[in-house]
């Protein structure tokens, strides 16, 4: 490895890590460019790592002024830290020669330098949002995959953390995102406001934070490139290609709402399935619960077929009917070996006597269900990618589903134009559902996809 080569930083991570010092009057060391910032860029152009060279630089800045950094740093789900974060907080640490331990329990980095004892807590947003973070006196937050939660998600993380930076000078927080979501990000670093986040008249002239464009060609680090552009190509716009590639907040969902459904195609008898059973659930608590199944087989690790075999659908009905029709559709098709759901069946207690959840009690039945909290985006762009590339069938008895499908579509409006919103109607729990099956079953597949 060239030591070398790797401590260089880019043009947006200089912009990203730039700093103005200057002592105060009364000797204390201060910052004088804006504390908050955001960097904005695809997979893949450098944001984890900026954010990991950040954290040494605010480490730093406070010893400097000696004081003791006490960063928190959120990232959607607790994987995330296992997989990518702590690898490159270990590695740019070591580079700087920096003395710590992480304690795995707390998920604190203890570091010691310049004689003081600073501290960066990892937190999932869920642990974030739960007020997990009272007690913690911090100096800094570090925000990564901020994109992945939602924008509620978005706006108490940014809020909950703000709340806990006490206690020092010149307090910062940090953001790194792709820029594949408009909202709450967006907000907070769109400069000449007049509107607040709830839609009140205000008259900002400044944005909260400083926006950073991480242009992907800008990453001399990412390994292959033009085949990650080239892969983003076959499944956005060109406009939408070049603004992510850019670093401008795109929405890259656009007129995307199963666009590349196709009845003639699509749609076929299928009386046998091989491969793999999977289930996939939409809850409805004053509406319809919704269950489908489907099969999924591979040939040579590669995704050969998704066939959507079976479903049913039900009105407000116990989860004891519930599972009896479940097991009409496992004798016809096999058991399946999970069942994807939503996330929400954790907290809702659909006619249970026993003060369980609907997930707890369809686990109580020998259910596998699984769910991962998730954007409606991704699934949808998961689903559309795999209908295009003619990965996905349809069985004809689905006619729940089907209905959904030809429904989700833009309407046509009077003028020839299509309408802003999907119609969804009446087969809305189907569509759920099927995010569902993508978001859980495929979006490791995907995400290796994009990211080769
Ligand atoms: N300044 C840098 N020096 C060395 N490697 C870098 C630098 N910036 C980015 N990288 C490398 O580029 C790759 C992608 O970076 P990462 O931060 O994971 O991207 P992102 O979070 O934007 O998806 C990683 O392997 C990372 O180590
Ligand atoms: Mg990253």
């Not at 700093?19 to 910052?31: A, P, Q």
């Not at 998920?107 to 997990?132: D, M, P």
Request: charged share 25%; aromatic share 12%.
């Amino acid at each position: 490895m060239n030591l070398k080569a790797k401590l260089k930083v880019t043009s947006y991570q200089k912009k990203f890590l730039s700093t103005d010092y200057y002592i105060d009057k009364d000797g204390i060391l201060r910052d004088r460019t804006k504390a908050n910032k955001a960097l904005i860029g695809g997979f893949g152009t450098g944001k984890t790592y900026s954010l990991c060279i950040k954290i040494i630089q605010r480490i730093q800045f406070r010893t400097k002024q000696k004081k003791r950094h006490i960063g928190i740093c959120t990232a959607p789900v607790n994987s995330h830290f296992v997989d990518v974060l702590i690898p490159q907080l270990d590695t740019v640490l070591d580079r700087y020669r920096f003395k710590y331990k992480f304690n795995q329990v707390d998920k604190i980095y203890y570091i010691n330098h310049g004689g003081f004892n600073h501290k960066i807590h990892l937190k999932s947003s869920e642990q974030a949002k739960a007020g997990r973070l009272v007690g913690i006196n911090a100096t800094d937050g570090y925000h990564d995959e901020f994109d992945v939660n939602k924008n509620e998600t978005q706006k108490k993380l940014w809020e909950s953390v703000e709340a806990r930076l006490r206690d020092c000078i010149d307090p910062t927080q940090s953001i790194a995102t792709t820029p594949e979501k408009v909202g709450y990000c967006e907000w907070l670093c769109n400069s000449s406001k007049d509107v607040n986040w709830n839609g009140d008249k205000v008259n900002n002239t400044e944005s909260i934070v400083e926006y950073i464009r991480a242009e992907t060609k800008d990453n001399a680090f990412l390994a292959d490139a033009s085949g990650y552009v080239e892969r983003l190509r076959s499944l956005y716009t060109p406009k939408q290609v070049e603004a992510y590639l850019k670093g401008y907040f795109v929405n890259l969902i656009g007129n995307r709402v199963w666009e590349y459904f196709n009845e003639e195609t699509h749609v076929k008898e299928i009386s046998k399935s091989y491969g793999t059973i999977v289930s996939f659930w939409d809850f409805g608590w004053n509406d319809f619960t919704y269950c489908g199944f489907a099969s999924i087989s591979a040939n040579n690790g590669q995704l050969s077929k998704v066939k959507i075999l079976d479903e049913f659908r039900v009105n407000k009905m116990t989860t004891e009917m519930i599972h009896e029709k479940y097991k009409e559709l496992c004798v016809k098709w096999g058991k399946p070996i999970a069942d994807y759901c939503d996330p929400a069946g954790n907290q809702h207690h659909l006619g249970s006597k026993m003060g369980l959840s609907v997930i707890e009690q369809f686990k109580a039945m020998g259910l596998n269900m699984k769910f991962q909290s998730s954007n409606i985006i991704e699934g949808i762009v998961i689903g559309n990618n795999l209908l295009h590339k003619q990965l996905i069938e349809i069985n004809t008895i689905c006619k729940h589903f089907i209905k959904m499908m030809i429904n989700s579509s833009y309407e046509e409006l009077k003028n020839g134009t299509k309408s802003e919103k999907p119609v969804h109607g009446e087969y809305e729990s189907a569509e759920a559902g099927f995010r569902y099956l993508m978001i859980n079953e495929f979006r490791s597949f995907y995400r290796t996809m994009l990211r080769g």
